[in-house]
């Protein structure tokens, strides 16, 4: 067990990289601290396999250091980091039986078979392999597989952590839900450091105590699953998590208002001033983000609210969603259960509270400028 750390890393697959472009990594600094159960979500190509094939030793980074308890370990292979990898296609033997397949790791090791027996069993049981544990493993299907595989990784006490790489791809649809119920479980059972891989946002937050959130090849933000939500440190986290994203409208300061095009916006005095420094600071690049959750329609003028044309309202069960145009740009808003039936033509009005401003695509808070 250790704590990972990961100092001034970057990786570049290019022998010379030329630019921030050749980097499948970009200079970052990490801690996964020891116990956590932790998640890497990304978009495809974003880095996550080649930071995680880094921290198995499976790839030598390019530049920086991986310390394991402030031990560089650069260098070590695989085996010698304690390392256990599940990766998204089961990786057994198809000869040896399921009990055998689970010891393996553990035999590997000379442990004693009156030590082996006992941990295959509860990791079977565990993982409800028990049944299984005298067939072959050829004979078995994708998800038992797969099982198998993660009990691989799960059978061994000494591992410094265990990393996933997107294991439930090859996993039935209605087990996924079940089988990450149970890596939760075995979190808390065992308090090894789990890191796991995903691109899907409701995987990494129901496994997740903390979520990694990578992006052309650095992390733009760690945080629970509910900071991720409420506070986006970076558009990209805005746009990727929620059902739909974030909305962003790109934003100026012209005579005395903050101006979305040629609207301009009510806001607070606050966020005005946020607004306005930025400007001054000559940043071009000034963004409000506001979630569909809280953009509030009426079906007539309100207090602070802007008129908008409606496209569409999409009932999906326990609320709807509205697509509107704003200055030629698409929104989403999210209306609650039993709202009032919306026309053409609609306000909105973006709650104070809930908007965020970005500058360079990063958070700034309201007052902190
Ligand atoms: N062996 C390799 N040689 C050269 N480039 C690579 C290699 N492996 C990955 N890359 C590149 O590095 C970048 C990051 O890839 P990586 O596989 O780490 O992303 P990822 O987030 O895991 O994506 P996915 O979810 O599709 O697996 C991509 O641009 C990819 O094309």
Known sequence: MAEITLKGLAHSYEKTPKGA???AIRQMDHVWHQGGAYALLGPSGCG????????????EPSEGDVLFDGHRVNELP????????????????????????????LRNMNTPE???????????DILELTPLLDRKAKNLTADEKQKVSMGRGLVRDD??????????????????????????EIHERFNITMIYVTHDQLEASTFADKIAVMYEGQVVQFGTPRELFERPAHTFVGYFIGSPGMNFMAVEYRDGQVMFGT???????????AVTSA????????????????????????????????????DLGTYSLLTFKLNEQTFKA???????????????HFDDAHLALYIDEYLVEAGNE
């Open 279 to 314: 400007a001054n600071a000559s940043s071009s690049n000034i963004k409000l983000g506001i979630r569909p959750e809280f953009i509030a329609i009426a079906t007539s003028p309100t207090a602070n609210s802007v008129p908008i044309s409606v496209t569409s309202v999409q």
């Open 48 to 59: 996550k396999s080649t930071l995680l094939n880094i921290i198995s030793g499976l790839l």
């Open 114 to 124: 009156y030590r082996v027996k006992p941990k295959v069993l509860e990791v079977a």
């Open 159 to 184: 591992v410094t952590a265990i990393l996933f790489d997107e294991p439930l791809t090859v996993i039935d649809p209605q087990l996924k839900w079940k089988l990450r119920r149970k890596l939760k």
């Open 334 to 348: 999210r209306l609650p259960e039993g709202h009032q039936p919306v026309g053409e033509t609609a306000f909105a």
């Open 78 to 105: 695989p085996e010698e980091r304690n390392i256990a990898q599940v990766f998204q296609f089961p990786v057994i033997y198809d000869t040896m039986t399921v009990f055998d397949n689970l010891a393996f790791p």
């Open 21 to 23: 472009a050749d980097y």
């Open 263 to 273: 609207q301009p916006l009510p806001i607070s005095e606050q966020m005005k001033h």
